[in-house]
């Protein structure tokens, strides 16, 4: 068992429906294999615990492990192409990129770049866009799972419009999709997500076999990308008849309780009525939004409906795996709304980086939060003394305030520590993969 000693901050209940900051000088968090089983006042439970290793970080503050529910593995290299509208970039950058993950020895390289990446950024858990090639899929999971991620991915199918090298058929997708399944899904922390690209890229007979494969794995996530781009939008349109977007995944059953749509800068009232009545989730990605200029996320239309909201980087037309940075982007939109956007204090921003992340992903018994009973997911942030986000938690005027000045400051080299489970698996720049 070890005892941390920490200032710490989480949002155990959700402030789009009255949760506030939950903030704990000099707390105690007791861990054991992995999981929270005391929490409290230092001076009460380390009388409770008077054996125990203890772990001083008083320097800083302790969050729990940010979740990133949409991220693209293979794109890791391609970050930062600017001045491209969605279906330009995608040619332009990311599908060049994407075919070269058909050589596996690539792809292993790309993972590292990639889960470096996440850990630096204190990412714990994520939802993990795959690779067109299942043997890049294979070493996402396979390098995920050394490192003791808690990650969701899977196989990306596509049959139309991309490149020859990215397409497949629906009998190889579901071969593939099972095969990968079988290896994975449920062992460690990961688990399998069906992936088509997005509806632009995969015909009817495609989508029915991510359907049943979506049935036929149990317990297996569905990701995809929905609305993001206006132009997108009108040929999704044509393709499918008139369709909603929402509902060319929906009619093959592949909305429910563990579905997570990206983007959805642009949806219909009915669409949203779907969303909420399936259940389903939506990934926020601001930065990505930004950069492709796909457009300003209604969020308050989002909460209204009541859709469940989380935030994703989506690297690598987000500009970075920082949530800390989405989470700030995610503020600027709203605030560009005017009035109808949703004001978004610290507590949302925390809420939609952690605890919502973990709720889109069916997690939220395990992670999301620094509660008793919840696994030990956590970062450590630990700014250089001196530097603009030091000097500004030394002179914030309440946690509330500390929490505004780390998502306007704050970067991933703030991050001086990051745990899964109970293991360290980052602390600074040094990192440990679990089984190397
Ligand atoms: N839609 C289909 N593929 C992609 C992708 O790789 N990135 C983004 N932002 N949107 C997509
Ligand atoms: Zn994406």
Redesign the pocket.
Same mark, same amino acid.
């Given at each position: 068992m070890t005892l941390f000693r920490a200032t710490v901050l989480d949002t155990p209940d959700s402030p789009f429906t009255g949760g506030v900051l939950r903030s704990e000088e000099d707390c105690a968090i007791v861990v054991d294999d992995g999981v929270i089983v005391a929490r409290g006042p230092y001076a009460e439970v380390r009388t409770a615990h008077p054996g125990e290793e203890v772990l001083d970080l008083r320097e800083g503050m302790i969050l729990p492990g940010l979740v990133d529910t949409h991220v #693209?593995f293979p794109?890791v290299r391609v970050i930062g192409g600017l001045g491209m509208p $969605?279906l330009d970039? $995608?040619d332009q950058c @990311?599908l060049p990129e /994407?075919m070269r993950l058909a050589d596996v020895e690539a792809a292993r390289g790309i993972a590292k770049d990639f889960v470096t990446g996440l850990v630096d950024a204190g990412t714990t858990t994520a939802l993990v866009?795959g690779s067109h090639f299942a043997g890049a899929v294979d070493v996402m999971f396979e390098t995920a799972d050394q490192w003791g991620l808690r990650v969701t991915t899977g196989l990306v199918t596509s049959d139309r419009i991309l490149p020859e090298p990215l397409l497949t058929t629906p009998a190889r997708a579901y071969a593939e999709s099972a095969e990968l399944a079988a290896r994975w899904h449920g062992k460690d922390r990961l688990r399998y997500a069906v992936t088509p690209?997005?509806s $632009?890229?995969a015909s009817e007979a495609i989508l029915e076999s991510c359907g049943a494969t979506f049935r036929d794995v149990e317990g297996s996530f569905f990701t995809s #990308?929905v609305n /993001?781009?206006d132009a /997108?939008i009108a040929e999704v349109a044509r393709l499918f008849g008139g369709s909603s977007y929402v509902d060319t995944y929906a009619v093959h059953g592949l909305l429910n309780r563990r579905s997570v749509l @990206? #983007?959805n800068v642009h949806p219909t009232d009915a669409e949203l009525a779907t969303l909420a009545g399936l259940d389903a989730s939506v990934a926020h990605?601001p930065t990505?939004n930004s950069a $492709?200029g796909?457009g300003l996320f209604p969020l308050r239309r989002h909460v209204e409906a009541g859709v469940r909201v989380a935030m994703g980087s989506?690297v +690598? @037309? +987000?500009t970075g795996f920082s949530l800390l940075k989405e989470g700030l982007q995610a503020y600027f939109m709203q605030r560009l709304l005017g009035g109808e956007g949703l004001p978004l204090t610290s507590a949302h921003l925390l809420w939609l980086c952690t605890a919502a992340g973990a709720d889109a992903l069916a997690l939220a018994d395990t992670v999301g939060d620094l509660s008793v009973g919840k696994q030990f997911d956590a970062v450590w942030l630990l700014p250089e003394a001196g530097n603009p986000l030091a000097v500004g938690l030394g002179n914030a005027r309440s946690a509330d305030d500390a929490l505004s000045k780390v998502f306007a400051l704050g970067t991933t080299s703030d991050i001086g520590g990051v745990w899964v489970g109970g293991d360290q698996i980052a602390a600074g720049r040094w990192h440990r993969p679990r089984r190397a």
């Open positions: #693209h794109q $969605l970039w $995608l @990311a /994407e866009f690209r997005f $632009l890229s #990308h /993001e781009n /997108e @990206a #983007h990605c990505s $492709l796909s989506d +690598g @037309a +987000g």
